[in-house]
């Protein structure tokens, strides 16, 4: 332990358990349709100083996740479903100063296993019944830079890219620059920025949706 180093441990554990709320005649049936969520994670950060100019630092991370559906007494379709998500992955940054700049440049690894149960029945439609694993992965570079030209201009400039699989592969570099300029006899602040962003799809129910049984 030093003055230079900083540790941040954080964790959680929630849950929560609701029904979903009947019209007269469903609670006349007896339906009484549940859903239970469960979910933990963790947080390891470090931060290492070096110097008055640059600047380590790692993050590791883990969130958990599971849902569970009880719909048996449902009409006029009855269903389950149980489905667990998991994302672990970390991130290790620098960044250092020189002068009117700020540079930052960092990588960043996900690993998220996903696995979905449903099966759905009713009195007039045949069974149905699916059942998914897979394990997505997603690795990520980034620079960017934050320059203050002056004391009422700053200009920040960074790209990011991405590389993602889960039920299918893409990869994006997303550019963003942005600018603020400070009016000081108003003290008003001008901002203009440009900026795209790559975006993966959700992770629940995706393999569900994207299955050749529910199409």
Not at 7 to 21: D, E, M
Not at 85 to 97: E, F, K, N, W
Not at 127 to 141: H, N, Q
Request: aromatic share 8%; hydrophobic share 40%; proline share 5%.
């Amino acid at each position: 332990r030093s003055d230079r180093d900083f540790v941040r441990v954080i964790a959680s554990l929630n849950a929560s358990r609701f029904q979903t709320p009947n019209r007269p005649e469903a609670q006349a049936r007896g339906e009484d349709v549940t859903q239970e969520l469960r979910d933990n994670s963790q947080t390891i950060t470090w931060l290492r100083q070096f110097g008055d100019a640059m600047a380590l630092n790692v993050v590791a991370y883990r969130r958990a996740a599971t849902a569970d559906l009880d719909a048996r007494t449902a009409f006029p379709l009855a269903a389950t479903q149980t489905r667990t998500l998991d994302h672990q992955g970390g991130q290790a940054s620098l960044s250092y100063s020189a002068g009117a700049h700020r540079f930052k440049a960092g990588v960043q690894v996900d690993r998220n296993p996903v696995s979905e149960d449903f099966r759905m029945h009713g009195a007039s439609v045949s069974p149905f019944a699916f059942s998914g694993a897979r394990v997505g992965r997603t690795a990520a570079a980034f620079v960017q830079d934050t320059w203050a030209p002056t004391d009422a201009l700053r200009v920040n400039v960074g790209v990011r890219y991405d590389n993602y699989r889960l039920v299918i592969a893409d990869r994006a570099v997303s550019p963003r620059v942005g600018a603020a300029y400070t009016v000081a006899q108003t003290h008003t602040v001008l901002r203009g920025s440009y900026s795209r962003i790559f975006m993966p799809p959700f992770s629940e129910n995706l393999l569900l949706s994207s299955s050749p049984q529910a199409r």
